[in-house]
């Protein structure tokens, strides 16, 4: 797991994160950074600390520790200045059934302090990128699922964000929709090089859109790389030994290309996936490991997500 | 202001395509109003009185007997309903016990003669007065002491007619040698408290209580839009783009002020000009539209901070409806809303005073029918101020509590 950002410049920069609620601790030592311009993949379960984490960058609720730094201005002393380049586009769909997506865009947009022809703008521009056009006069709660996830994800734009934070944006929708949603996500971050902090179930999702990808589970971050380098492990031989010793484990880290745990051998299949293989067992055979089952073949995001989480997927929505 | 301005559009246009909220907020107590004033008409009106329906002949052809007649409806207290001047006194009785009326007056032919001392049965009893034996006597001595008392005056002024020119040689005022004669007992009632306290008419008692009433039910469309609010994570939102609490608490308080307002208006519209076409009295309003405005705007912060208390303890709206209602219904009740204060014993007058409700009311009385003022409404605006602060401080704890704000 790398703690730095792996390209371009660190945006946002979580460091010692810890947060709990009735004395559980809901974050431990989160540290995490997201790379400006890129598209953070957040995964985890329920519970895992998700929304908590996006709940404190949004200023929605305080951390107990740790430093939050956004775009080098301290989450604490600058949150009124952060937060009026962010947007939150929360779980449940933020905004009132009994207006329709016209009304409810106007209110949000005047709550971000736009008013006349500017607000008409950006009106025009979510509607635009919500593809709202002939329904943007209906009341909301005559909308579909799938239309209702767009005006949510439409009144996060409003205010044109740096940053865009999403907690699950596509849960109950069509495929269409979902579709669509990624694509205009993914819109928004070329067009207007918005960083956003993305979490989903979906793992197909997460790899289809994200940038980078960081897996949270029971409060603490388990993997942070960009998505490259996260398929490329996920796209190894996966070999399972029994418990080896530190010795082991330090001749193994000298081989290029491998990922080692202390019952379990990563070897990448690229151009050096027989050289390594060899090296690989020849530290096997020195050290006594035995090998309990090796894995060959594609592993998928969702298969290295449950390795590291260590559970099922709980909740697919 | 122009936030303020979408605050307030959103929250009116949340309320007008609430049906539920349209419904409690104003058609529920426009409807009461009507009802209540209409049906509580004659209990209001003849208070410290007795209704009594009175079957009358008037066989006399002067102009004396239509005095009286016009001497006794003027004090409110019988209702005379006439029938043919040549009915018999049998057939008087017969309709009597038909028309299940406990008392018949016959005015004799010779009335105008007795009153004016002159003419054909001067000196024979003028009025014949049937009584069903199940009256009580005390309702009996009503009607009797009320047609002696007028026919006494109604002698008394045809004699100073008479002597008017002495009179006037004597250099002796009439008219007021006549108002002599008037009844010399004022009567005011006192109410518990000390103060002079007057009767409400019907409708005097309905508008306030039951504006009072509904403005209180602002609950249940500020519960319902604060728990979607929370529900749907519109709150966190909110949060995230800035809104301070302080902001989320004036964007409730501002719009529902003004919702308020709009049923003061519209319960007093009804009072004044609807409840008269349907035979009610008008209300009428007093002199200060500064007290009216005070006191309205009293219940309304109190009303509104209780509805956000009861909004932020509640976890659904279903909760917050039933807490709310029978919140308010308790506070109806015990406030003398639904039953006038001044008709409840001692100890429940004392009850009465815990209600919010009941200040409020007071309040809107103060200025409808004791013609009062600022400072006559200002002791219960503060008492109700006082008692939405304290529910609003709640409020913000319990929020802070839930982080949901």
Not at chain 1, 261 to 269: A, I, L, N, T
Not at chain 2, 98 to 110: H, M, P, Q, R
Not at chain 2, 201 to 227: G, R, Y
Not at chain 2, 341 to 359: E, Y
């Amino acid at each position: 797991m790398r703690e730095a950002a792996i390209h371009g410049e660190p945006l946002i920069e979580i460091k010692h994160l810890y947060k709990s609620y009735d004395k559980k601790p809901v974050l431990k030592d989160v540290n995490l950074s997201v790379r400006r311009g890129s598209i953070m993949g957040l995964l985890g379960p329920n519970g895992a600390g998700k929304t908590t984490l996006i709940s404190i960058l949004t200023g929605v609720i305080r951390k107990d520790s740790g430093s939050i730094t956004v775009g080098g201005l301290d989450l604490d002393r600058e949150l009124k200045s952060i937060l009026s380049k962010c947007s939150y586009v929360p779980q449940t769909l933020a905004f009132y059934p009994r207006l329709t997506a016209s009304e409810n865009l106007e209110y949000f947009g005047a709550l971000w302090g736009l008013k006349g022809k500017k607000l008409k703008e950006r009106m025009e521009f979510c509607i635009d990128k919500g593809s709202m056009q002939a329904f943007v006069n209906k009341r909301v709660d005559k909308f579909s699922g799938g239309m209702k996830r767009r005006l949510n994800l439409a009144i996060g734009l409003l205010n044109d964000p740096e940053i865009l934070y999403l907690d699950e944006p596509t849960v109950g929708v069509d495929t269409q929709s979902r579709n669509y949603i990624l694509e205009t996500i993914r819109k928004i971050n070329r067009e207007r090089e918005t960083t956003v902090i993305y979490t989903s179930h979906y793992m197909d999702e997460i790899e289809r859109v994200s940038d980078d990808i960081a897996v949270i589970d029971e409060g603490k971050i388990v993997l942070h790389d960009d998505k490259q380098s996260i398929l490329i492990r996920a796209d190894a031989v996966l070999i399972s030994v029994e418990q080896m010793g530190d010795a082991a484990v330090k001749n193994l880290q000298q081989i290029d290309g491998i990922q080692v745990e202390k019952d379990s051998v990563h070897v990448k299949r690229d151009g050096r996936f027989n050289e390594n293989m060899a090296g690989v067992f020849a530290v096997f055979r020195v050290h006594e490991v035995r090998v309990k089952d090796a894995v060959f073949g594609h592993r998928t995001l969702e298969e290295l997500f449950l390795k590291l989480t260590n559970i099922r997927l709980r909740d697919e929505d | 202001m122009i936030k303020t301005l979408y605050i307030l559009k959103k929250e009116f246009l949340l309320i007008i395509r609430d049906i539920h909220a349209v419904t409690v907020l104003f058609i529920m107590p426009a409807v009461f109003i009507m009802i209540m004033s209409l049906a509580m008409r004659d209990l209001f009106e003849l208070h410290g009185t007795v209704s009594i329906d009175v079957l009358a002949v008037n066989q006399d052809t002067g102009k004396k007997s239509e005095a009286f007649l016009k001497a006794m409806e003027d004090l409110r207290t019988f209702r005379f309903h006439f029938i043919e001047k040549d009915t018999a006194t049998d057939k008087v009785k017969e309709k009597m016990l038909s028309g299940d009326y406990k008392f018949a007056l016959i005015i004799e032919e010779n009335f105008s003669a007795f009153v004016e001392k002159k003419g054909k049965g001067k000196d024979e009893k003028p009025l014949e007065l049937l009584v069903n034996p199940a009256v009580n006597v005390q309702t009996q001595l009503v009607l009797k002491s009320a047609l002696e008392g007028k026919l006494a005056k109604l002698r008394w002024d045809a004699f100073i007619d008479r002597i008017g020119r002495l009179l006037a040689l004597a250099g002796i005022d009439r008219k007021k040698l006549k108002a002599a004669e008037e009844s010399p007992v004022e009567v005011n009632y006192v109410y518990k408290g000390g103060q002079y306290f007057k009767v409400p008419s019907a409708v005097q008692q309905s508008v306030p209580a039951w504006l009072v009433f509904s403005m209180f039910f602002i609950v249940i469309p500020i519960s319902n839009t604060f728990i979607s609010e929370r529900g749907q994570g519109t709150l966190m939102r909110l949060k995230s783009m800035n809104v301070s609490r302080f902001s989320l608490i004036m964007g409730k308080m501002v719009p529902y002020l003004l919702i308020n307002a709009i049923q003061v208006a519209i319960m007093i519209a009804i009072g004044v000009y609807v409840v008269p076409l349907c035979g009610g009295t008008a209300l009428t309003l007093g002199d200060s539209l500064g007290g009216l405005i005070l006191i309205a705007a009293a219940v309304s912060f109190s009303a509104i901070s209780v509805a956000l208390l009861i909004a932020s303890v509640a976890r659904t709206t279903e909760q917050a409806t039933t807490i709310g209602g029978v919140l308010n219904i308790i506070f109806g009740a015990l406030g003398g809303l639904m039953v006038p204060k001044f008709v409840m014993p001692g100890f429940m007058q004392d009850l009465a005073n815990l209600s919010p409700m009941s200040w409020g009311l007071e309040g809107f009385l103060d200025i409808f029918l004791r013609n009062g003022g600022v400072s006559d409404v200002l002791p219960k605006s503060l008492s109700l101020v006082i008692f939405g602060i304290v529910m609003l401080t709640l409020t913000v704890i319990l929020l802070r509590r839930q982080r949901e704000v």
